[in-house]
């Protein structure tokens, strides 16, 4: 299908089928080959007119695009498939828990060092930009990975090979996975073993405490891509005026698409449509006679 006014059919029709449950469909046996690749780039380069209601397109965006709301309501054609999806969030809390408990130790120890007492405020300003921005950065770059390795024809694909961008993609997924585990086994020795970083077993925080400063890091984590998504400028520095986030630029695809759409019907007016067996063609109609 075109991206033009007539593949707008086939966006308004992925989109609410995707509204049906689509989302957990495992076989699209009704589309053909060139829509799916159609509605595959077109979900790689997020783009936000699909329905036409501003709305249940938006709704359609978080599902696709958002980390964790994803994992079970992204479309089934989308690059960025579930599995890479679910690996990658799994790693992601993992690596969130272990670093904070590191970085709670080392901003506890900085306050017994200099004597001062604990400023909560402070130390989620310093977990906020130590772990959380690193790791969403980190997370990021594989999301690039794995999304050019499920975008068909993609600049890195024709580059590489297919094969060689997943075996990449794994390998970087596994390296990651690596370092986590690495974390994760240094942050169990602070955590539950005595030794100088906790005054040999005297100076335990509470567990609770780390649950707590988890959740602040993942919703934070969340709730920037939220903000980050209604802020961020969506067009090119060129052009203006300026779209911002999801609505700006949702409401310049529809103006294209409705000017794209009256200059076809401009120039398809003066004629008729005859279907034929070897296509469509297109018959000047003659003009009405003048009273």
């Not at 599995?83 to 690596?95: A, D, G, I, V």
């Not at 920037?224 to 090119?236: A, F, H, I, N, S």
């Amino acid at each position: 299908a075109a991206d033009s006014v007539g593949g707008d059919v086939l966006w308004k029709r992925t989109a609410d089928r995707w509204f049906r449950g689509g989302c957990f469909a495992r076989k699209l046996g009704d589309l053909s080959k060139e829509e799916k690749v159609a509605i595959r780039e077109r979900l790689y380069r997020d783009e936000y007119y699909w329905s036409g209601n501003v709305w249940r397109d938006y709704l359609f965006h978080v599902a696709n695009q958002h980390t964790l709301f994803g994992i079970m309501a992204c479309h089934p054609l989308h690059p960025y498939s579930k599995l890479e999806r679910c690996c990658l969030e799994l790693l992601h809390w993992c690596s969130t828990v272990s670093c904070l408990v590191l970085c709670r130790e080392a901003l506890r120890m900085g306050h017994i060092l200099r004597g001062d007492g604990e400023n909560r405020i402070g130390d989620k300003v310093a977990i906020y930009f130590f772990v959380t921005l690193p790791l969403m950065m980190a997370q990021g770059f594989l999301r690039y990975i794995a999304k050019q390795s499920g975008r068909p024809g993609g600049c890195l694909e024709r580059c590489l090979g297919k094969r060689a961008l997943c075996v990449i993609q794994w390998a970087l997924i596994s390296m990651w996975f690596c370092s986590v585990l690495g974390m994760m086994s240094l942050s169990t020795i602070v955590a539950t073993c005595p030794g100088p970083w906790n005054n040999y077993g005297q100076d335990f925080p509470s567990i609770d405490r780390w649950a707590g400063l988890s959740t602040f890091s993942l919703c934070t984590s969340y709730l920037t891509w939220l903000l980050k998504d209604l802020l961020k400028p969506r067009v090119p520095p060129c052009t203006w005026p300026p779209a911002i986030g999801f609505f700006g630029k949702w409401r310049r695809e529809a103006r294209t698409r409705n000017s794209s759409s009256r200059l076809l019907e401009r120039w398809v007016a003066p004629f008729s449509l005859e279907s034929k067996s070897d296509g469509i063609s297109l018959t000047p109609v003659a003009p009405a006679p003048r009273a």
